[in-house]
């Protein structure tokens, strides 16, 4: 490495463009080959940076919003759920719901990929550059009830509040006791209208009085949820057991 190269290097470490150090050399050779102006070699090396930074700026976003796997809808099979509204998912993931504070809530039985479709969508917002957080509801339940005990709550409801977007994956595996669904109605009704919800459960509204304790509270939270969002009643067959019961077939 001659002594040029060792000062961009150093300089270019000293500054953080980490985009422009493993490129400058080949864009270099271009740029000569191709008579680039200086101007144009110095456009190409800063969209190089700018591309970096934006990549691990959508990396850092999807780490920390927690999802527990990363898949997108592009991945997501729509011809194994033929009833399944396609074209309302595509909508979605322009996330104008975002915009709106809507909600997107995904209703059915094990495997038809509630938690699939809302990883997806967190994923878009992630790289749309939206605050995203994915908590199962048990684990939510948990930590507001430690919250409420120890004379935090405020602080976790507001740290909550900071989202654009907040997944609440599996509400309904576990039974919800009545100070539990008291601090969701107040997380609930923090955010309605303010910031998005993506919400999966196993069951449907009809059967939410066999999750909660208290059927009021209930009612309130699903009046909230429900007003301004687009809501999926997904009712086809598990994806996990797809190829088993192909086989017996
Ligand atoms: N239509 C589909 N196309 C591609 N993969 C799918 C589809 N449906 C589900 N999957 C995959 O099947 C697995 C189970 O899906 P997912 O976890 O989203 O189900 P779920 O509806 O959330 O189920 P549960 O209620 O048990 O949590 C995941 O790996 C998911 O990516
Ligand atoms: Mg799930």
Redesign the pocket.
Known sequence: MNEINKNIESHLKYLKLSGIMPVYEELSLKATKSKLQYEEYLLLLLEEEIKRKQDTSVKSKIISAKFP?V?TIE???????PD?KEKEIIRLSGLGFIENKENVI?L????????????GLGIKACIQKYRVIFISAAKLLEDLLISSKNGTLVNKLLMYSRFNLLII??LG?MPIVKEQANLLFQLISMRYEKGSIIL?S?YNFDDWSKVFDDNIVASAIIDRLVHHSSLFY?N?S???IKDKIRKKS
């Open positions: 796997f898949k991945e997501f099979d729509f011809s194994f759920q399944f995904f059915g039985p094990p495997g038809v990929g509630k938690t699939h479709l809302a990883i994956d599996e595996y999966t196993n997904i086809g598990s994806y996990r």
